[in-house]
């Protein structure tokens, strides 16, 4: 979950990317849809894990 302080900073960076300025409730929404992209993006798939799981194993 993303905090209040987070939220502040995306409106920050967003402003100095794009020079507008976005509400705090618009911030909310891009930044946690990006923040769900990115957990999905960055998750190890099932197969890898297992193989790193068996790999650990057999040392």
């Known amino acids: ?3 209040k302080a987070d939220i502040l900073e995306y409106q920050g960076i ?6 507008q300025e ?3 409730e618009e911030a909310l ?3 946690s849809r ?5 957990k999905i993006i960055c ?4 197969d ?4 790193q ?3 650990y194993e057999k040392e």
């Open 1 to 3: 979950m993303l905090t």
């Open 14 to 19: 967003y402003f100095k990317v794009f020079g």
């Open 22 to 24: 976005i509400s705090y």
């Open 29 to 31: 929404e891009q930044s």
């Open 34 to 38: 990006l923040f769900n992209f990115f």
């Open 43 to 46: 998750k190890p798939e099932a």
């Open 48 to 51: 890898q894990v297992n193989s």
């Open 53 to 55: 799981t068996e790999n």
